[in-house]
């Protein structure tokens, strides 16, 4: 019968030398890049166009960062856009009485940041 330290070791040798495939940094942002739920860091609502437009910087609990933003519009067809880091996410346009929503991608750090809202 094998103690259990014994035991512990030809396990820990066995998954040590087992074939891992290699682990770039991307892969490893992906693998953590979990959608939980966001905290808004500044979260600001206005009139705009006839319609209510609310946008956001959040911050995920890992600290990665996106731009959020959302527009209601009860008598047109809209759409929103939000911007991080110059990389741009368009919401499709919408009917009226729905909500238009944008979000980028999450970030570890950001430069540049803004959202825009549009009718038609």
């Given at each position: 019968?094998?103690?259990?330290?014994v035991?512990?070791?030809?396990?820990?040798?066995?998954?040590?030398?087992?074939?891992?495939?290699?682990?770039?940094?991307?892969?490893?942002?992906?693998s953590?890049?979990?959608?939980?739920t966001?905290?808004?860091?500044?979260?600001?609502?206005?009139?705009?166009g006839g319609?209510?437009?609310?946008?956001?910087?959040?911050?995920?609990?890992?600290?990665?960062?996106?731009?959020?933003?959302?527009y209601?519009?009860?008598?047109?067809?809209h759409r929103?856009?939000?911007?991080?880091?110059?990389?741009?996410?368009?919401?499709?346009?919408?009917?009226?009485?729905?909500?238009?929503?944008?979000?980028t991608?999450?970030?570890?750090?950001?430069?540049s940041?803004?959202?825009?809202?549009?009718?038609?």
């Amino acid at each position: 019968m094998i103690n259990f330290p014994v035991k512990c070791f030809f396990l820990f040798l066995i998954l040590s030398t087992s074939i891992v495939p290699p682990v770039n940094a991307q892969t490893l942002s992906d693998s953590i890049n979990i959608d939980q739920t966001p905290t808004d860091i500044n979260r600001i609502e206005i009139d705009a166009g006839g319609g209510k437009f609310r946008y956001m910087v959040q911050m995920s609990i890992i600290f990665q960062y996106r731009q959020k933003s959302e527009y209601d519009h009860s008598k047109k067809e809209h759409r929103t856009t939000s911007m991080m880091n110059d990389v741009y996410s368009y919401s499709p346009w919408v009917k009226a009485k729905k909500t238009a929503k944008a979000q980028t991608a999450w970030y570890w750090s950001y430069s540049s940041n803004n959202s825009y809202w549009s009718t038609r």
